[in-house]
């Protein structure tokens, strides 16, 4: 049976947690005193520029229904911000996105150079695998799967970098669902799945269990592309925190391109029902992971 779900808030729950993995990055990064002190005010400009911390909360989140606790949660949470963090200072980069705001700042490279900016983006990868080699695990082997996952998740098949890929190669070319779908798996869902799965084996849940979370972060992940989509043609600069239209400008593979403002609405709406159901075959309390799945679909930036 599953368990009846707790009500949840799911802003204070992402206030108290957002402040909790800002402790812990503040910890995990190199201060801004240390030589080359310039890479890393970068590194810092960029991870504490804001944002939602929406992958490290997932997978305390996670974590969380299944038992785990912040200290084995906290290091691998933070190690996925930095990934994402890397991955947004190249993506906003001249060769790719050339775009000057981020999180309602200048992005990295206006802010510090282009080449402090990749650099800044490499050294942020780089710190996330020594956060993750370096931290306490139960065990050696939740830690090498840990790092195996994320690894996984940052690499070119299915992965982060190879939906970077897709996404630049489909640019002003029209595409399939299918196409899109393989797109925004890789680039954008990749790390979801990461975080919500990196969780549970951080939480000790059974293979069926963490089968059923998988489909959720899968879902989700591709519902956060498509409500992304959305606000890129419905919300202002001043709201996003970026550069609104700049999707439609640059002729991207998008949800709302291919099927309009509706059916992208339609869409996100399924796929957070489905995740939800996911999470819940999993026969634990998952009411926050229902929450995070409504907040997903249902925010403003």
Same mark, same amino acid.
């Given at each position: 049976?599953?368990?009846? =779900?707790? /009500?949840v808030?799911? *802003?204070e ?5 957002a402040e909790?993995?800002d ?13 080359p002190s ?5 590194? @810092? ?7 939602? %911390? +929406? @992958? =490290?909360i997932?997978?305390?989140? *996670?974590?969380?229904?299944? #038992? !785990? #606790?912040? %200290? ?16 947004l ?9 050339n ?6 700042? =200048? ?5 510090? $150079?282009? !080449?402090?900016?990749i ?7 780089t710190? &996330? ?10 065990? =050696? ?17 299915g ?9 630049i190669?489909?640019?002003g070319?029209?595409?399939?669902? &299918? ?5 925004? @798996?890789?680039? *954008?869902?990749a790390?979801?799945?990461? &975080?919500v %799965?990196? $969780?549970?084996?951080?939480? $000790? ?22 409500a ?5 043609e ?5 709201? +996003? ?5 700049k999707?439609a400008?640059?002729?991207?593979? *998008?949800?709302? !391109? ?5 059916g &992208?609405?339609?869409?996100?709406? %399924?796929?957070?029902?489905? !995740?939800?159901?996911?999470?819940? @075959?999993?026969?634990r309390?998952?009411s ?5 799945a ?5 925010? /403003?930036?």
């Amino acid at each position: 049976m599953i368990q009846s =779900p707790s /009500k949840v808030n799911v *802003t204070e729950y992402f206030q108290q947690k957002a402040e909790r993995v800002d402790q812990w990055l503040d910890r995990l990064l190199p201060s801004e005193s240390k030589s080359p002190s310039i890479i890393h005010q970068a590194m @810092r400009y960029s991870v504490f520029a804001g944002g939602k %911390r +929406l @992958r =490290p909360i997932l997978t305390i989140a *996670t974590g969380e229904v299944f #038992g !785990a #606790g912040e %200290r084995e949660l906290a290091p691998a949470a933070c190690a996925l911000e930095m990934i994402h963090t890397y991955s947004l200072i190249h993506d906003d980069l001249p060769a790719m996105d050339n775009d000057d705001l981020r999180r309602g700042m =200048p992005t990295c490279h206006v802010k510090f $150079g282009e !080449a402090m900016a990749i650099l800044a983006g490499d050294a942020l990868m780089t710190q &996330a695998f020594l956060t993750l080699a370096d931290y306490e695990a139960q065990s =050696p082997e939740t830690k090498a799967r840990v790092i195996s996952e994320v690894a996984h998740a940052s690499a070119t098949t299915g992965a982060l970098i190879g939906g970077q890929v897709l996404d630049i190669q489909f640019e002003g070319k029209q595409v399939t669902g &299918a196409q899109l779908e393989e797109i925004h @798996r890789a680039k *954008t869902g990749a790390l979801i799945r990461c &975080a919500v %799965r990196v $969780g549970a084996i951080i939480g $000790g849940a059974s293979e069926y269990e963490l089968n059923a979370i998988t489909e959720y972060g899968e879902k989700a992940g591709l519902a956060f592309q498509v409500a992304d989509d959305l606000l890129d043609e419905t919300a202002t600069s001043e709201e +996003l925190g970026k550069t609104a239209g700049k999707d439609a400008a640059s002729q991207k593979a *998008t949800y709302t !391109a291919l099927y309009g403002i509706d059916g &992208a609405r339609q869409m996100a709406n %399924r796929l957070c029902r489905e !995740a939800i159901g996911a999470a819940r @075959r999993a026969h634990r309390d998952t009411s926050i992971l229902d929450s995070i799945a409504r907040f997903i679909i249902e925010r /403003k930036s």
